[in-house]
């Protein structure tokens, strides 16, 4: 197989970051302001969830060939019917037939469902090396197997009286927030395990994949819950009288921003590759991330959000989550799907 390169260098991360910024910016006001507000958060911001969660689904159990090509563009095709379909096949599910009731309640379902989706069509693969699944002989299967546990999990979670959120009893949106807030983070310590710690993770020895798995994946929860804790307290002194189901809420918007940063530099990039040693590369590049998820709240909250391009918003119910998941999702479908082409090039092996 051929070996590519990056276009530009150490500067295609910029071009990525640039492209997909121009292209997701254009989709969020082609559905704000063409569509409203209204058909806005009832329906783009469900869909690009589950847009996401299909897009996961397909890298890795859909896979196509590692190489540049224009061809896997039928793949966002499929993502963006599929997601179309699932969206009303849960709405008649979770409302029909399950009896969740219409409005908030059934749309925090389908977040509920989508967030666990985030993380379950993605844990096998980085965290155990796929070995949960490896008894099942087909990838289509082994999709369909975790698409069932994610529902065998949501219905404790969300649906049920006894549950975490009590949607069938006592509706507690405090409880749901924060399980999400804190879920997305420990989504975010899963792709720092898969992009960002890869090349350091495949130095350490384990006993077997299950061990590594469990090890991981008791690292991505603790540290997961333990920054939303974080991010929680934060949002306590910035806003010390907004309700405690806002404040987790926007735990969850403060949990999207390491995506462009962690995507971005992460696959567009070698970014301190001059540094030699694995492990203190490994430690430069999160804290690296750190401090871009810094900025970037901070570039949002100073620029983006008061220059009205998104509508007027309290600051901490804006357009965070679907401004990150939206430019994010572009480069990494892009990855999955095309091989990044047009940011890479075949590798030059004459003589210099």
Known sequence: MMEYEFRWGKYTWFAALIVSGIIGVSILLMSYWGMG??????????LLGYYVMLSICQSHYFKVRPE??????????????????????????????????AGSELMSGQFMFI???FFFFGMDDFLFN??????????????????????ALWLPLFAFSWGLSGALGDFDSVRLFWFLGSFQWVIMMQMMIAITW???????KFRDNYQRGLKLLAFALVAGFAIAAMCYQIVSLLGPDIPAA????????????????????????????HVRDIKKKAV??????????????????????PSGIFGEHD????????????????????????GRVGFMKPKCCCPR
């Open 37 to 46: 507000e209204a058909w806005h958060n009832a329906y783009y911001v469900p």
């Open 68 to 101: 540049p090509s224009w061809k896997g563009m039928v793949r966002q095709a499929v993502s963006v019917s599929g997601a179309i379909f699932i969206f009303y096949a849960h709405e008649f599910l979770m409302k029909d037939i399950i009896g969740i009731s």
């Open 115 to 117: 967030v666990l989706g």
């Open 130 to 151: 796929g070995q949960l699944s490896r008894w099942m002989k087909h990838d289509w299967l082994k999709a369909l197997f975790w698409y069932a546990v994610v529902w």
């Open 198 to 204: 890869k090349e350091y993770l495949g130095t350490v």
């Open 246 to 273: 806002d404040k987790w809420h926007h735990v969850l918007y403060m949990g999207t921003y390491p995506l462009i940063p962690i995507i971005i530099f992460g696959l567009y990039s070698n970014h301190f590759n």
């Open 284 to 305: 430069y590049r999160a804290l690296w991330i750190a401090a871009l998820v810094i900025a970037g709240w901070t570039i949002f909250r100073l620029v983006i959000a």
């Open 315 to 338: 600051w901490w119910h804006h357009f965070d989550l679907v401004f990150n998941f939206t430019v994010s999702i572009i480069a990494l479908s892009h990855h999955w799907f095309c």
